[in-house]
Antibody
Framework: QVQLVESGGGVVQPARSLRLSCAAS????????MHWVRQAPGKGPEWVGV????????YYRDSLKGRFTISRDNSKNTLYLQMNSLRGEDTAMYYC?????????????WGQGSLVTVSS | EIVMTQSPATLSVSPGERATLSCRAS??????LAWYQQKPGQAPRLLIH???ATATGIPARFSGSGSGTEFTLTISSLQSEDFATYFC?????????FGGGTKVEIK
């Protein structure tokens, strides 16, 4: 069955960096675009960005461009989110999610999430 | 950015009753609308995509309808496991955006 397992979260000081990983199994990873979605406590989800199936194309929400980078290693079936210059408002649960169809950006499977807390 | 507005914020329903949740988009999102269910401490789970296509393994009591800017998720007869928060998401425009959610609670 499809499994997505995030890791790498924790408490980090403002302006520091953190890298999240998402290990995928149960499907052909290199055939799917993959997304990161975050959710602050008590809020609705917020889309962070996407990487194409081959890793060549990335899109981000405008407010995160330049600070967050999404990449993937298809040989390791792993998705990454590099977060730099972290701020308090980046505190959230971060989910990796599989895109449901090639041209439809809904999410058919989600990981359990990795909590990132930005605090001094 | 497309703003997705869900109503009501909280819906109190008795088990066995019908629940109707609304989602409004600030612009026409055509048929690119999905619904998710989220329980406390869990990740969202896909219920519906393409406005009305039920995801694999989702019970038939969940149905979606609508077009353009107005969408509805209907749960025909609420079961105990359906008490949760529901989010809509549009994927017609970048950035992808979600609504703020409707919490369905036991009346």
């Amino acid at each position: 069955q499809v499994q997505l397992v995030e890791s790498g979260g924790g408490v980090v000081q403002p302006a520091r960096s953190l890298r999240l990983s998402c290990a995928a199994s149960g499907f052909t990873f290199n055939k799917y675009a993959m997304h990161w979605v975050r959710q602050a406590p008590g809020k609705g989800p917020e889309w962070v960005g996407v990487v194409s199936y081959d890793g060549n194309i990335q899109y981000y929400r405008d407010s995160l461009k330049g600070r967050f980078t999404i990449s993937r290693d298809n040989s390791k079936n792993t998705l990454y989110l590099q977060m730099n210059s972290l701020r308090g408002e980046d505190t959230a649960m971060y989910y990796c999610a599989r895109q449901g169809e090639t041209t439809s950006e809904y999410f058919d499977f989600w990981g359990q999430g990795s909590l990132v807390t930005v605090s001094s | 950015e497309i703003v997705m507005t869900q109503s009501p914020a909280t819906l109190s329903v008795s088990p066995g009753e019908r629940a109707t949740l609304s989602c409004r988009a600030s612009q026409n999102v055509s048929g690119d609308l999905a619904w998710y269910q989220q329980k406390p401490g869990q990740a969202p789970r896909l219920l519906i995509h393409g406005v009305s296509a039920t995801a694999t393994g989702i019970p038939a009591r969940f149905s979606g309808s609508g077009s353009g800017t107005e969408f509805t998720l209907t749960i025909s007869s609420l079961q105990s496991e359906d008490f949760a928060t529901y989010f809509c998401q549009q994927y017609y425009y970048w950035p992808l955006t979600f609504g703020g959610g409707t919490k369905v609670e036991i009346k």
